[in-house]
């Protein structure tokens, strides 16, 4: 099998391998270097998987799922495939909350742009008697979201949502939230160029691009809603355009945030902003 994968290097071939294995034998990679015999193999379509591979197609959408901070989650063409980076991200949260002054500070979170849902639902596992919210404008993907929910037995309020009204000074938002977290769309149309077909040909480009004249109309928007809607004291959290790191910073300064900083991955790639709120902005 693994010589028919032509798309993807050696090293990314094999732990491919290792997945499909995995998920439709239940091999554990542990068994498949042993050499444990394989059986049972007759009933996949061992052709159809590899052609859908070589077609760029991403193994999360031809298994149907992927998994993300020890969890399943369900995924498909509406919906990003989690990324370990985002991972980072809820670690960030989860740090927040433990903090000895936030002791139990994350009551209300809302998770904006949820897509899959692997924030909201991994938020609702991780923290303490928090109650999750989540905004999407895809309706496709607040259904998926909701299956993920359910499958993880995760408690989160989902709502159809488009966070650029929130570009309007006078939009007001009726929730208050001591944590606002979000992975909104952050690709320039110019930087395509550079990425996997993979990503290209089957991820929602809702999900992933912005123009290339408004790279940061999302957090622009999410600073305007956050100071507004964000308790005192509270966390905004977003992951980031790697490139656009102290300009992203810059929209939550000249929105009124404090404590702001630009948080690298463990790559040494920027890839969060974090800010605080320590004095309440009065609405107009």
């Known amino acids: 099998m693994l010589h028919q994968i032509t798309v993807y290097d050696t090293q990314e071939a094999k732990e491919i391998v290792f997945w499909l294995l995995e998920h439709e034998l239940n091999l554990r990679k542990i068994d498949i270097l042993a050499d444990k015999p394989i059986d049972n193999t007759h009933d996949i379509d061992w052709n159809t998987i590899i052609n859908r591979l070589n077609n760029h197609e991403p193994i999360q959408y031809i298994l149907g799922e992927t998994i993300f901070y020890g969890r399943r989650f369900l995924v498909d063409e509406a919906v990003l495939i989690p990324r370990p980076e985002t991972e980072e991200l809820v670690s960030l949260i989860c740090e927040w909350e433990r903090g000895a002054k936030n002791k139990a500070a994350a009551k209300i979170v809302l998770d904006i742009g949820t897509g899959s849902g692997c924030i909201a639902v991994t938020l609702a596992k991780e923290l303490s008697n928090a109650q999750v919210f989540a905004y999407d404008i895809s ?143 009065k609405k107009d």
């Open 139 to 281: 309706e496709k993907a607040l259904a998926m979201a909701q299956k993920n929910a359910t499958l993880n037995e995760a408690e989160v309020v989902f709502e159809k949502v488009d966070i650029l009204r929130y570009l309007d000074d006078n939009a007001q938002s009726e929730q208050h939230f001591d944590v606002i977290v979000s992975n909104p769309p952050y690709v320039t149309k110019q930087e395509a160029a550079q990425m996997r077909q993979n990503v290209l040909d089957f991820e929602p480009h809702l999900a992933l691009f912005v123009e290339d004249k408004e790279p940061l109309i999302f957090y622009e928007a999410i600073a305007r809603f956050a100071a507004k809607a964000l308790n005192e004291g509270g966390l905004v959290a977003v992951e980031i355009n790697e490139a656009l790191g102290s300009e992203t910073a810059e929209v939550f300064v000249k929105a009124g945030f404090t404590d702001i900083s630009v948080v690298q991955d463990i790559h040494r790639k920027n890839r969060i902003v974090r800010a605080s709120l320590s004095k309440k902005i």
